[in-house]
């Protein structure tokens, strides 16, 4: 294992009673690289963050953060993390929070106070550094909550929905911050369900279901290439369906809409001059760029996961 990674798993998995939380893990993800995690509602997201950062055993496997094995309590120094469901202790200023979470991780007093200006600066809440967090608004307990996950310049983050309550700003403040994570050389692990974020914001992402990667990739390749293209005809019947398998993959058909994606746009005309000589009536036959939602949905399935 080697600090080239950030994080290696092999084979995690965790029970819990007859529940498998998390079937079978194996990933790397590299130093200076943002990762996206991607799966429907109880795929073992949380529950791999929670192995990873050591807050949870696995019941198989084994893994390694920036080179040590998990649950190393040196290894913490390095690390931030924002959880998905937090509770913030509320009789706190958002200043005395970061004050709190700063000295927790042992840093001097002379260099933190300096760091917890710059990083309420960096999430937006300076003018809002008095006040109690009980007061904070769902937003701004999300940046506070973001800001205490730096507090300490971790070499790897672990982001766990960190836009969920944030207005389009926050939005784009989440993104501009990993964006400056990734350029000072610190890995991003990001749990996300806003895809159109996670497009933008990641270099490669790992597809989840049911407690199992079932793809990673780098992300522009994956995207670069594959058109999808939506039909809507009558006539789609099962045999006409089997036959455009030829063409590419059929992610959806429903009565007389059809969703696939094709990795050539070459093969459009042929598509088209196939469906009418199967007799098919096209009312419309639309190709557009595929984009991370379309590939989810190939990838993950429309059945959901839970
Ligand atoms: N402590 C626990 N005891 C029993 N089952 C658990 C426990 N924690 C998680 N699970 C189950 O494990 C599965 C994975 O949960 P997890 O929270 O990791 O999903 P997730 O991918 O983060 O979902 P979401 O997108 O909804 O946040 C779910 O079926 C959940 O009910
Ligand atoms: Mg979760």
Redesign the pocket.
Known sequence: MTETYAIETYHLRKE?GP?V?VQDLSLSVRRGEVFGFL?P????????IKILLGLVSPTAGAGALLGRPLGDLQTRERIGFLP?HFRFPDWLTGEEFLLYNGRLCGKLERKLASRVNELLDLVGLTAHRKLLIKTYSKGMLQRIGLAQALVNDPDLVFLDEPTSGLDPVGRRLVRDIIGKLREEGKAVFLNS?LLSEVEITCDRVAFIKYGKVLRTADLKEMLDGDTRLDVHAEGLTSEVLEGLAEFGRVVEAQDSRLMMVVDNRTRLPDINRYLIEKDAKVFAFTPKPIDLEDLFLEIIGTDGGL
Not at 41 to 48: D, P
């Open positions: 819990y529940k939380a799966g509602n109880g795929a073992g997201k949380t529950t791999s998905e369900h």
